[in-house]
């Protein structure tokens, strides 16, 4: 079975700083996606983020960026110049890209404090 | 383009009783998944519908159920609430083999 990771259950950046969240997984198939979901304090789950497994280039959407290692099923989420509201959750997210399901399964989270 | 629409946004129930919660899924879509969030659980996949069928089940009860109508909006229905369904339901949509838009929630509590 797959399982996701989060070994950071809370992080602070300050304001106009860089941080990295971790996420590790595990599975046996070669052909899948990740995901970084964002849910701030509106319970509202935003997509942040996501990469496909057969693609070796990491994905970047303007201050966010990850860092895919495929072979240490490793996905990490860094953000840049962090902002007041990139504060909240960070869920790091795996879905199969087998046809018939899109059942994700996600990680237990990060909180994010960003620091004025 | 109207998002995820999840209905009611809160709900107080007492145990014993039954409780339906509604989503509206983004206009095109024809996938539906529902989440259970609890601050002990995190994340739990409870089901996904695609063209009123169920494609995958999670690991809960019978107690839950669900379905999907022909116009992609989906129900969930809980009977004989228990104390420890108090949680943060979420509905998702996807399109293809795409990623999920979720609503905002229906905060459910069971006293």
């Known amino acids: 079975a797959q399982t996701v990771t989060q070994s950071q259950p809370e992080m602070s950046v300050q304001e106009a700083e860089t941080v990295t969240l971790s996420c590790t997984y595990d599975?046996?198939?070669?052909?899948?996606?990740l995901f970084w979901y964002k849910q701030p304090p509106s319970r509202q789950m935003i997509l942040v983020i996501r990469?496909?497994?057969?693609?070796?280039q990491n994905a970047t959407e303007n201050r966010f960026s990850v860092n895919f290692q495929k072979a240490a099923k490793s996905f990490s989420l860094k953000i840049s110049d962090s902002q007041l509201g990139d504060a909240a959750m960070y869920f790091c997210?795996?879905?199969?890209?087998?046809?018939?399901?899109?059942?994700?399964?996600f990680g237990t989270g990060t909180r994010l404090k960003v620091l004025a | 383009k109207a998002g995820v629409t999840q209905t009611p946004r809160y709900l107080i129930k007492t145990r014993g009783q039954q409780v339906t919660l509604s989503c509206s899924p983004i206009?095109?879509?024809?996938?539906v998944s529902w989440y259970q969030q609890t601050p002990g659980q995190g994340l739990q996949f409870l089901f996904e519908?695609?063209?009123?069928?169920?494609?995958n089940k999670g690991n809960f009860p019978g107690r839950f159920s669900g379905r999907q109508f022909s116009n992609s909006r989906s129900e969930m229905n809980v009977s004989t609430l228990e104390l420890g369904d108090s949680a943060l339901y979420l509905c998702?949509?996807?399109?293809?083999?795409?990623?999920?838009?979720f609503g905002q929630g229906t905060r459910l509590t069971v006293v």
């Open positions: 997210a795996y879905k199969r890209t087998t046809s018939g399901t899109y059942k994700y399964i």
């Open positions: 519908y695609f063209s009123e069928t169920q494609r």
């Open positions: 206009s095109g879509h024809r996938s």
């Open positions: 990469q496909e497994a057969y693609k070796q």
């Open positions: 599975t046996s198939e070669s052909d899948y996606y």
């Open positions: 998702a949509s996807s399109l293809g083999d795409s990623e999920a838009f």
